[in-house]
């Protein structure tokens, strides 16, 4: 089968990291598949060097007559069997290559409960029948979708994420390697991963450190991404004088190491799709605390803790409690959380699921 993805871009982010794993995977079955990116360069790439990606360079709203011409080419040159199209403008610019183009099948897929405003859903709504089928990475994320009348329930289902566990895993060489090199010491360290926009809320984390910080002073917070808020929060540190809690290492390649080294796993998104990085946490039994918003619920079950959006009380009072387990304790949840994740959010379950919608 040849199958092309197409997505808005290859920057550090879950979806990235979903579409190059699913595409590795794929062509270890024997397909043939290309990456097509619109915007931007190419960070997250696919292990294995054969697959093809193909830029755009889309640059804004200015540029999408030339995008969609020049998807249109890629598509016509390599004739896939299946088009598979990730986040909001590769999807939209996908299905209406059905207005001009002869394709097999087209599958769209959102990564979020939030894709954008009234407008984006409009967007979906009016190109949704281009599409054979859609998907979104939880059942909270398809309905979110379904209430804002953006596809209707039939139109639209569910195919979690997949983590890679033989990648992510609990390494104890890691462990004291990054630690050293963080100089964490005897501190506990709390993990963060993420791009600093507005929708991981780190001023909501950043609130709850400062909180914490007034009765210990045992962690150190260690944040891996960036993105156009970076200025906004290194202005924030500076504000609630957290430079000796908060540390910024910026893009990493090294994620799974860090999270060997880290203690607890945070998250302090305002909203989210499926979050990726929670489940590739407990892949590698860290304690996750974690806001619960969109799929997040569907991902941590009963091991870990969820605490409410945007309230840095509850997350600071629930990091307080996760800092007092014991190292024993910790481990024990970890344990059962990778089973968790080896039993529901396996690679090979997210590559099965896509190959049936393909061929359906």
């Known amino acids: 089968m040849k199958i092309l993805f197409v997505i808005t871009g290859l920057g550090m982010g879950g979806a990235e990291h979903v579409v190059t794993n699913l595409a590795d995977e794929l062509v270890k079955l024997g397909h043939e598949v290309k990456i097509v990116y619109l915007t931007g360069n190419s960070v997250v790439l696919p292990k294995n060097t054969c697959i093809e990606l193909i830029p755009i360079g889309m640059t804004g709203s200015k540029d999408l007559i030339y995008a969609y011409l020049k998807l249109r080419k890629v598509v016509n040159r390599f004739q896939p069997d299946v088009v598979h199209s990730h986040m909001f403008h590769s999807n939209i610019l996908s299905r209406l290559l059905r207005l001009s183009t002869k394709i097999p099948k087209i ?9 954008g405003g009234k407008y984006r859903m409009l967007a979906y709504r009016l190109t949704d029948k281009l599409a054979d089928i859609s998907t979104n990475v939880s059942e909270e994320a398809v309905n979110s979708f379904v209430a804002k009348k953006a596809t209707h329930s039939s139109r639209m289902v569910s195919v979690s994420n997949g983590i890679n566990t033989n990648e992510f895993y609990f390494d104890p060489t890691a462990r004291k390697t990054k630690r050293l090199e963080l100089k964490i010491e005897n501190k506990k360290l709390i993990l963060c991963v993420g791009r600093l926009e507005a929708q991981k809320d780190y001023p909501n984390l950043f609130l709850a450190i400062s909180h914490l910080k007034e009765s210990r002073q045992d962690f150190k917070v260690s944040i891996v991404g960036d993105g156009t808020l970076r200025n906004n929060l290194n202005e924030m540190v500076d504000k609630l004088q957290l430079h000796d809690y908060i540390s910024f290492l910026g893009v990493r390649r090294d994620v799974k ?4 080294a880290a203690d607890i796993y945070v998250m302090s998104s305002a909203w989210e799709g499926f979050g990726l990085v929670v489940a590739e946490a407990m892949a590698c039994e860290r304690f996750v605390v974690a806001t619960d918003c969109g799929g997040v619920k569907e991902v941590v079950g009963s091991n870990g803790v969820l605490v409410e959006p ?6 600071a009072q629930e990091l307080d409690k996760s800092l007092d387990m014991t190292i024993d304790e910790r481990l024990k949840v970890g344990a ?5 994740i080896i039993d529901n959010y396996s690679l090979n379950a997210n590559v099965s699921a896509y190959l049936k919608l393909y061929s359906n």
């Open 107 to 115: 599958v769209t897929t959102a990564h979020n409960t939030n894709e």
């Open 257 to 260: 190491d860090l999270m060997s």
């Open 310 to 315: 945007k309230n840095h009380h509850v997350l």
């Open 336 to 340: 059962v959380a990778r089973q968790h």
